[in-house]
């Protein structure tokens, strides 16, 4: 029998619980947490309030119950004079929340309010599943507004790197607000309704639940996505249309041209105005829409500029990279697994940075942002792009200020100084270069407005969109002025359309929204005077061709040469059909993928991952000659560490002494010996080479930035505050574990 007492004793761990960010993380399968920890403060409030009663009373109190035992036993302990803690079997809570008597929301639990044992139990489960069913929902449709199922399990199983918070923010706003609100409201009807009545409220809330899911399932597609999985509703349509490039149908002129590619965050057709094939009153991209009359839009004999579509698997950023790349939806079935544990990203696809780079080409990369965010940094490291430029990389290398960062790094108008400087560097050389730059400021909700915006626009959106439109005009009209500028093409174009459904509410449903694209100085023109219809899998082979390349059959992955007379898969098939076609599953993909289900998982069951000793304790068997080990702090890392930890982490080879090492960095690698030691205030910075694999680890101390541990050039460290443990295997070449515990705090493992 549950009493209304207890139930409120349940309800309140369950909400503590739930009021953890890394437990709602988990929850929507995020698995990651901003360096902020919002818990740690209320749970230090609340610890000092239970302090603060037992030094008064003298009564010890279970503090299982309320979800404080492990940062607050022994001070409490200690406050109540007891030998040993004691546990108090009814629910306490400090004289600081009297507050809540006020509303009558304590006594409302009092035993003597004749609230049914069963009834008590079934409205703590039953309200309690609903409000996270609710909350969820809420993530869902204000984080992806306009996204496929296949956007949605790819972002909740992609690494975020540094860009945790980007992810994790609207968990914040759009999870735990109606959470918050749902749980006060539900003390307030257990407080003031009874018997049936408090049924009926608890009916309510179920079948909210049960719409608002039923609502996001449909928006998502959810169960037409279900029925793809299924093996005889697997599709041959990707195996059947695909093309894979090779040398031999793939060959580059004997004088090669530069690229210069830059995909614009969120940019459309449709933010032009009416009278240049835009749908809005006025013209927010007017510099680019000049742009694509002097460059080949394909828009033919057609006045209006035309665009490419994004189709299903290339609706967001990591997706129209791979789709505009190697000519393919990115459609990867991962099965739990985080990317960050994968050791390829579509290993037997054959993209366009392994085409330049096999004919010689030096290619770089530059984004404002963390490229570790959404598996960038592995998809570049496997597909010929040899020089990745990033926030952390301009953090690290003194080219943004101490400190510095907005939005999702830093603003375009530093990517395209610091593109600038790349491109001369590159022009010194004598080979061929290939740059591709990542624009973000214009990016779903409200954008950044730099301190070189327009102001004359109403809201900040608008205020981005013009913005990066005079911006991109500059750096074009730059490149034309350079030496190398003669033989380079550049390519423009959007990513995706915006997922601001507010921002692009008043566009008519009639409206076919496409990205923008043009590309300048091409040596080829198109050979029919007539508008194309093409989605961003067509820019594969065209961008190839836009650089005097031939291509037998004018045909690449699913794309289509745009300067040939081929018709594109869009324009055989209409978009609707073609959309429902990538949308399939495909036992094909799922090959190219080469996923490994065991990655991350069959090694990490060989560590007991509870508590730092645990962990460490684990670690002791596998060290070796052949197991490489690294430990790096991030922010701080000392102050919770026990005469335990500091014994296991001397006898798996740290020697320095971590004692009064208070918000200091620290580095340690290790395989059967000593490889690199340091401990200081700041950061901390090395690269080392173990046989053939190569190491760049930083550790930052309070303040100093962001914590890595990069192997073969991939990310492997969680980067939460206090130890990051990366345990490697060397001869295997895979992660046995990847492991963070803060222990500033309790040495708990991040969840």
Known sequence: ??????????????????????????????????RVDIVTQVESALSSSLYNWCSE?????????????????????RATGQEEPRCYNGLFFPRSFSFMNRFGIIRAFDSTRNHPSWLGGLYVVLVSLACMVIAFCAYLRFTFPQASIDEVLFALNAPTGSLAFAHIEPVLTFGLTPLALLIILSLLAFRFLAGFRLLFYTI?????????????????????????????????FIQTHYRAPTPKNVRFPGKKRNLVHIYLESVETTFADKTSGGAFNRNLIPELTELAKHGEDFRGSAEAPTGALALSGATWTMGAIFATETG??????????????????????????????????????????????AGARLYYRDHGWSDVRDYNYAANNHLLPKGYHV???????????????????????????????????????KG?????????????????????????????????????????????????????????????????????????????????????????LDLFPTILAALGASIDGNRLGLGVNLYSEQETLVEQLGEPALNHELSQGSIFMENLAQIDSN????????????????????????????????????????????????????????????????????????????LFEQVNPGSIQTSLTVGKTRLEIRSAGYGAGETSVLIDECERAKNRRGFNIVVYDLKLGRILASEAFDTYESGKRWR
């Open 57 to 77: 009373e003298k009564q010890p109190i279970n503090l299982v119950s309320t979800g404080f035992c492990q940062t607050s036993s022994v001070k409490v302990w």
């Open 448 to 536: 950044y407005v730099c301190e070189s915006c327009p102001t004359d626009e109403a809201d900040s959106y608008s205020k981005a969109f013009r913005c990066s439109s005079r911006q991109v005009a500059d750096f074009v009209r730059w490149i034309e002025k350079q030496p190398f500028g003669v033989n380079t093409t550049v390519i423009i174009h959007g990513d995706h359309p915006t997922m601001a459904t507010d921002f692009t509410q008043t566009v008519p449903a009639s409206y076919s929204r496409r990205v923008f694209t043009t590309i300048i100085n091409s040596p080829v023109h198109p050979s029919r005077n007539v508008e194309r219809r093409y989605s961003t």
């Open 599 to 674: 990655a991350g998982k069959t090694d990490l069951a060989r560590f007991c991952i509870r508590n730092f000793d645990c962990f460490l304790e684990s670690v002791k068997k596998v060290k070796g000659k052949d197991t490489l080990i690294v430990f790096a702090i991030q922010d701080e890392g000392t102050a919770a560490l026990t005469e335990s930890n500091l014994r296991h982490l001397n006898e798996l080879g740290v020697t320095v002494d971590l004692r009064g090492k208070f918000r200091n960095a620290f580095i340690g690698a290790f395989t059967d010996k000593r």
């Open 328 to 373: 393919l939806p990115l459609k990867i079935s991962i099965g739990g697994n985080e990317m960050s544990t994968q050791n390829g990203f579509f290993p037997g696809v054959t993209a366009l940075g392994d085409i330049l780079k096999e004919n010689g080409y030096k290619t770089a990369v530059i984004r404002g942002s963390d490229v570790t965010f």
């Open 407 to 445: 939005f999702w790094g830093f603003e375009d108008r530093r990517l395209f100084a610091i593109a600038r400087k790349k491109l001369t560097d590159l022009a010194q050389g004598k080979d061929p270069f290939a740059l591709t730059l990542v624009t973000v400021d214009t990016h779903f909700p």
């Open 204 to 236: 309510i809330i179920c079948l909210s639940a049960f719409f608002f899911a039923r609502y996001e399932a449909q928006s998502l597609n959810l169960p037409e996505y279900l029925e793809s999985l299924k093996p005889q509703n697997k599709t041959i």
């Open 1 to 34: 029998m549950v009493s209304s007492r207890r139930a409120l004793r349940i309800l309140t761990w369950a909400s503590v619980l739930l009021l953890k960010i890394e437990v709602v993380a988990k929850a929507v399968g995020l698995g990651v947490l901003p």
